[in-house]
């Protein structure tokens, strides 16, 4: 088993950044990639990112493109999610989700992932 744990939520306003992070813990040598998800009121689960194992290979919704960047640490087994530029419309409980394999799925999720993390708030004011 692995257990996410999620931190850095808050709230900042328009325009502004903000860190996630993601620990890792349990089988962590079982994972490959690594990602981020994210729930606004009202809404179903959103993919927002996803790494290989050395944060390569990372690719994002379009809606983040070019504003969030996500990075691996191995040596922690800690994942990054760098938000910057934030709108409004980033508010949202955001998750941290691992995988053995990363698999298309389809759907506002795109990718099926293995473990979740119980989330983190973000709320970007106007």
């Known amino acids: 088993q692995v257990q996410l744990v999620e931190s850095g939520g808050g709230l900042v306003q328009a325009g502004g950044s903000l860190r996630l992070s993601c620990a890792a813990s349990?089988?962590?040598?079982?994972?490959?990639?690594m990602g981020w998800f994210r729930q606004a009121p009202g809404k179903e689960r959103e993919f927002v990112t996803a790494?290989?194992?050395?944060?390569?290979?990372?690719f994002y919704a379009d809606s983040v493109m070019g504003r969030f960047t996500i990075s691996r640490d191995g040596a922690k087994n800690t994942a990054y999610l760098d938000m910057n530029s934030l709108k409004p419309e980033d508010t949202a409980v955001y998750y941290c989700?691992?995988?053995?394999?990363?698999?298309?799925?389809?759907?506002?999720?795109?990718?099926?992932?293995?473990?979740w993390g119980k989330g983190t708030l973000v709320t970007v004011s106007s």
């Open positions: 989700a691992a995988a053995r394999t990363l698999y298309y799925t389809g759907g506002p999720e795109r990718y099926g992932m293995d473990y």
């Open positions: 349990g089988r962590t040598d079982s994972l490959y990639a």
């Open positions: 790494a290989g194992r050395s944060g390569g290979n990372a």
